[in-house]
């Protein structure tokens, strides 16, 4: 069963809760998909755009 994460990515300054979810998508994102810490941050930054529009 896969998690769905919701994540604000407009956030400029997010709270500690925040942080700890993007940070726990960027380790699945390292450890299950095999990126790295520079890319798992940019596919991140890129869909939260996506999704802001």
Do not use: C, F, W
């Amino acid at each position: 069963m896969k998690d769905v994460v919701k994540i604000t990515t407009s956030t400029k300054t997010p709270d500690e809760r925040q942080l700890k979810k993007v940070n726990e998508v960027i380790t699945r994102l390292i450890d299950e998909h095999g990126y790295n810490s520079t890319s798992a941050n940019d596919l991140l930054r890129y869909v939260g755009s996506l999704l802001n529009r």
